[in-house]
T-cell receptor
Framework: DQQVKQNSPSLSVQEGRISILNCDYTNSMFDYFLWYKKYPAEGPTFLIS?????DKNEDGRFTVFLNKSAKHLSLHIVPSQPGDSAVYFCAASGAIGNEKLTFGTGTRLTIIP | ETGVTQTPRHLVMGMTNKKSLKCEQH?????MYWYKQSAKKPLELMFVYNFKEQTENNSVPSRFSPECPNSSHLFLHLHTLQPEDSALYLCASSNRDWSIYEQYFGPGTRLTVT
């Protein structure tokens, strides 16, 4: 049973437009959420995170939104750049101090120049 | 060398072989992790080490044997693997003192079991 789901395996967006990547979770005990980005032949790199006490966290071009009631989070990238083309993983963690991350299957984002 | 390194990057082994994967982190972190990523599946946590002590074994078969001699090095010893063990094996590290969630990953070892 997959507790973190990324239902879109791929997404293509025009350069300069907004990219929106979605993630749903089923475990109401999750209280910390992260996005990772992965280029081919490299390991995932941490991008941005959000605690369940917030509904939005922003870092430059990247914003993560959390809707706890819907158990849904999204990553917005604006404006999208060619270097953003990568696979994006959503991850979630339970109680504070629990280092176990549960990952989604990833969404491949392609930015079209 | 910076960050998290893993060797070898690619490994092909027979089912009767014994091999080891190595991970080294140069970040001064005190927690290290092994993950498995199979095709079209999410990353699966295998093992967690905090300050060299194993704190998590996520129901991993005994043909995978981890070793953490110090906070900077992590090994995964492999023996009598099955073809379904073919996957990308990722090592990660984090600092429990400020953010255990922000794990830093190595590039992975692509393992093929024949």
């Amino acid at each position: 049973d997959q507790q973190v789901k990324q239902n879109s395996p791929s997404l293509s967006v025009q350069e300069g437009r907004i990219s929106i990547l979605n993630c749903d979770y089923t475990n109401s005990m999750f209280d910390y959420f992260l996005w990772y980005k992965k280029y081919p032949a490299e390991g995932p790199t941490f991008l941005i995170s959000i605690s369940s006490i917030k509904d939005k966290n922003e870092d430059g071009r990247f914003t993560v939104f959390l809707n706890k009631s819907a158990k849904h989070l999204s990553l917005h990238i604006v404006p999208s750049q060619p270097g953003d083309s990568a696979v994006y993983f959503c991850a979630a963690s339970g109680a504070i101090g629990n280092e176990k991350l549960t990952f989604g299957t990833g969404t491949r984002l392609t930015i079209i120049p | 060398e910076t960050g998290v390194t893993q060797t070898p990057r690619h490994l092909v082994m027979g089912m009767t072989n014994k091999k080891s994967l190595k991970c080294e982190q140069h970040l001064g972190h005190n927690a290290m992790y092994w993950y498995k990523q199979s095709a079209k599946k999410p990353l699966e946590l295998m093992f967690v080490y905090n300050f060299k002590e194993q704190t998590e074994n996520n129901s991993v078969p005994s043909r995978f044997s981890p070793e953490c001699p110090n906070s900077s090095h992590l090994f995964l010893h492999l023996h009598t693997l099955q073809p379904e063990d073919s996957a990308l094996y990722l090592c990660a590290s984090s600092n429990r003192d400020w953010s255990i969630y922000e794990q830093y990953f190595g590039p992975g070892t692509r393992l093929t079991v024949t």
